[in-house]
C-alpha cells in the first residue's frame, strides 16, 4: 500500500514535469565542418559521449567517440563529421512529458537524447536520465518540504526509475586557494546523498573524504575537479587537480607526512592525515600523481555491505 | 550530558544556537587541527577549539558535531558566525583554556 | 607532582629526556597552535598536543616546560626525537585522546593553576 503511494507520487510527476524543465540546456553542438581535432578535444574535454552535429541551427546527426574511433579504425585519413556520424537520431521535443523521454530510455537504451523545439526544429538541450533523476529530486524537495516529510523517501527514486543503471554525476570545479568556498562542494555532496536515503553512517564517510580531497586540492594547487558518481549500489568520487603532483605516494600515504607550508598548519590543515584518512572513510582507494602534472584520488562507497576500516581494499574502483 | 549544562559549567557565552540548549552532547573533543577532528572525531561530539575559521564549522558539519564551543576567548569572526548559522550548529564561546575546559567537562562527567 | 609520576599512573611512552623526568609538574596547557603555547603556556606546564614536528622541542624549551605529551599515538618524528633528548625536554606518546587525557589529569590535580588567557 505505503510503496503504491509512492509509484503514484513518482508517476505523478514524471507526467507533469516537461522535458524542458529538467534538461541541460547549455550544450555543447558539432558544427557539420569542424576538424576532427576539434571535435576529439570536445569529446574529451566535455567528457560526454555524444555531441548534437549542426547544420544551420538544425540537427543532422549524433557523433560520438566510438564513431571517431571506428573511423580511424576503418584507416581512412580523414573522414568528415557527415561521414560519421549517426544519421538517424533519437530524439525528444522539449515540451514532452518526461514520461516520454524516459519511454525513450527504455526502448533505445541510449544514455542521451538531443532535445527539439517543436515549432522551430531547433535543438534547445540534451537530456540524460542523471537529467530527469535531478529534476524529479529538485521537484521532490519542495514537496518533501511542503507536506510528505514521512509519506515519501527520496531514496525510493532508486526502486522507481524504470532504467536499469542510472547512474548521477555531480560535477564541482575547485578553485585553488580559496577558503572562503573550501568545503561548498563536500557539504552539497553531503545534502544530496542524504536526500536520497544513504545511509547516514555512509554519508558522513563520504563527506569526511570529499572534504579532505577538496583542501586538498585548495591548499596544494591552483585548480582542479571533483566529480561524484552515484550508481544504485555505489559511489565513485574522482578528484582531480592541476597541482605539483606527489612525489613519493607511498611516502604521502603515512599519516603525519606533510608538505604543507606553515600557515596552512595554524588554519587546521595540513598535519598529514589527509589520503591516510581518505583511504580510512572509503571503500577502496587509488591514487595517481605525476609530479609537475598534478593528482587524481578515486575514492569509492559501497551502499550495501559493511565497512571495513583499515583493511586493504579496492573492490569497488 | 544537555548543551544547557555545558554552558554553565565553562561559563560560556552563547553566540548562537539558543534553539539548541536541550541538546544532548554525548561526547567531548579537544582539537586545534581541523584534520584531527575529520580522522578521529565521532558523533555526538561537542568540540572544542582554539581556531575560529569558518572551516571549523564546516568540518563541524562534515563529522554531525552537536556543537562547537571557542576556548582562550577568541572570538570568532563574523563569516564563522555566518556559516554557523546557516549549517544551525550552535557556538558557545569560553574565556577558559582548554586545558581548564577540557578537565571541567570530564570531571562533571562528559566522557572522550 | 613530577612527569615520573604521570607516566607510571596513565601508562606514557617514553621517547625522550629521560634524564628530565623529575621536573616538577604546575599546571597543564593544551594545544596544537604552536603560537598559542609560546605566548600563553606557563612555566613548569605540561604540554598536551598533537604536533609531532620538533618545532614543539623548541617551544617548551623556550617557555621551561615540564614535558611533552603527545596523544592519540601519533610517533614524532625522529629530529624531534633528537631534539628533545638533546635539550632534555621530556617527550612522552599517550594512546588517549586529548580530551580524556586532559579530564584525567585534571582529576588527579594537575590544574590549570597558572591564569587563563584572560584572567581567571
Partial sequence: ?317 | MKLSEVIKILNADVLYGEDHLNDEIEIGCASDLLSDVLAFAKTGNLLLTGLVNPQVIRTAEMVDIVAVCFVRGKMPPEATLKMAKEKDIPILYTQYTMYKSCGLLYEKGLPA | MNVFELVEKLNFEIKAGKENLNNEITGGYASDLLSDVLANSGEGNLWITLQIHQNIVAIAELRNLAGIVIINNRQPDEDTIEKADRLGIPLLVSGLPAFELIGRLYSMGISGKVKDVQGD
Fill in chain 1, 1 to 317: 500500500m505505503e510503496k503504491d503511494k509512492k509509484v503514484t507520487k513518482i508517476q505523478e510527476f514524471i507526467y507533469e514535469l516537461k522535458v524542458n524543465q529538467v534538461m541541460a540546456k547549455n550544450i555543447v553542438v558539432v558544427d557539420k565542418d569542424m576538424s576532427l581535432k576539434d571535435i576529439r578535444t570536445l569529446l574529451r574535454d566535455q567528457r560526454i559521449s555524444g555531441l548534437p552535429v549542426i547544420d544551420d541551427g538544425k540537427l543532422i546527426g549524433l557523433v560520438s567517440l566510438e564513431d571517431f574511433i571506428q573511423c580511424l579504425a576503418s584507416g581512412k585519413k580523414n573522414c568528415t563529421v557527415p561521414e560519421m556520424m549517426t544519421k538517424k537520431v533519437v530524439t525528444v521535443f522539449s515540451d514532452s512529458p518526461l514520461v516520454e523521454a524516459l519511454k525513450k530510455f527504455d526502448r533505445f537504451g541510449y544514455g542521451r537524447f538531443p532535445v527539439i523545439n517543436r515549432e522551430t526544429n531547433e535543438v534547445v538541450g540534451m537530456i540524460t536520465k542523471g537529467d530527469i533523476v535531478r529534476g524529479l529530486l529538485k521537484k521532490l524537495e519542495i514537496d518533501y518540504l511542503e507536506e510528505e516529510i514521512h509519506t515519501y523517501r527520496a531514496s525510493h527514486i532508486f526502486e522507481d526509475m524504470t532504467a536499469q543503471d542510472f547512474m548521477l554525476r555531480f560535477h564541482y570545479s575547485i578553485k585553488g586557494k580559496d577558503f572562503k568556498h573550501a568545503g561548498e562542494c563536500a557539504s552539497d555532496i553531503k545534502k544530496t546523498l542524504k536526500r536520497l536515503g544513504v545511509q547516514p553512517q555512509i554519508v558522513r564517510r563520504v563527506a569526511i573524504a570529499t572534504y579532505e580531497a577538496e583542501m586538498n586540492i585548495i591548499i596544494y594547487a591552483d585548480k582542479g575537479e571533483i566529480i561524484a558518481e552515484v550508481e544504485r549500489d555505489r559511489l565513485i568520487i574522482t578528484a582531480k587537480d592541476e597541482g605539483p603532483g606527489i612525489e613519493d605516494i607511498e611516502k604521502a600515504m603515512q599519516p603525519g607526512f606533510s608538505t604543507a607550508s606553515h600557515w596552512v598548519r595554524e588554519f587546521g590543515f595540513g598535519a598529514g592525515m589527509g589520503l591516510p584518512n581518505i583511504k580510512n572513510c572509503s571503500d577502496g582507494m587509488n591514487v595517481k600523481s605525476v609530479v609537475g602534472e598534478g593528482t587524481v584520488v578515486e575514492f569509492c562507497f559501497k551502499f550495501n555491505s559493511k565497512h571495513i576500516e583499515g583493511k586493504d581494499k579496492d573492490e569497488c574502483i
